[in-house]
């Protein structure tokens, strides 16, 4: 599975756009890109995910480059709850690899007031 | 949708008992359920995953006979830690494997004193 490096920590002006970045240049072509965060003390919770397409849902957009060697999660209008780590993950779907997630350090986003 | 829940949501036990935790997806079935922990300020550490109807599959360094797990639902999976030492204190996360993902219950903190 593809290494990914994120900075360790971030901070974002609540209102603000977060852009938080991800580096996997190993990542294979069968290989999604993943985001979670896990906000102190829950389970990780599911932001989005990507192939080759920049993708967009009710919490954020991810943009991916053409050659696929990083990607930026975006929080449009972060509030003090995106306050959390993000983690991005490349995955491996389908043939008996069940998804499987391995968790690097992640990022740190604070959102101050 | 997608909601997979845990139980119990923390638990103290003494030094050499043992310690279920129930780990239910709610509004889908599951074959595949996966059990990881994770020590304060650390990241999370996949322990095993777990098939419905079949023995879990454990990652290296994780002791099968001290954390078992079952998985006799599409919709259960049970985590024992038996013999609890004070050291296997942690947080204790499972998933469920759904559609596009894995999904994760709130966690379950475990003291052993």
């Known amino acids: 599975d593809a290494k990914t490096t994120q900075p360790p920590s971030m901070d974002c002006a609540e209102g603000r756009a977060a852009n938080l970045p991800c580096n996997h240049s190993?990542?294979?072509?069968?290989?999604?890109v993943y985001w979670y965060r896990q906000i102190h003390s829950q389970g990780p919770q599911y932001i989005i995910h990507g192939l080759k397409n920049n993708e967009t849902n009710e919490m954020a957009s991810l943009i991916i480059t053409e050659d696929r060697k990083s990607s930026t999660l975006i929080l449009p209008h972060a509030t003090l709850r995106d306050t959390a780590v993000y983690y991005c993950?490349?995955?491996?779907?389908?043939?008996?690899?069940?998804?499987?997630?391995?968790f690097g350090k992640g990022t740190l986003l604070t959102v101050n007031p | 949708g997608a909601v997979v829940s845990q139980h119990p949501s923390w638990v103290i036990c003494k030094s050499g008992t043992s310690v279920k935790i129930e780990c239910r997806s709610l509004d889908f079935q599951a074959t595949t359920m996966f059990w990881y922990r994770q020590f304060p300020k650390q990241s999370l550490m996949l322990m095993a995953t777990s098939n419905e109807g079949s023995k879990a599959t454990y990652e290296q360094g994780v002791e099968k006979d001290k954390f078992l797990i079952n998985h006799a639902s599409l919709t259960l999976s049970t985590l024992t830690v038996t013999s609890a030492h004070p050291e296997d204190s942690s947080f204790y996360i499972c998933?469920?494997?759904?559609?596009?993902?894995?999904?994760f219950g709130p966690g379950t903190r475990l003291t052993v004193t």
């Open positions: 190993t990542i294979s072509g069968n290989e999604y």
């Open positions: 998933s469920a494997l759904g559609g596009s993902g894995q999904y």
């Open positions: 993950i490349g995955v491996r779907r389908g043939g008996g690899s069940n998804y499987k997630l391995t």
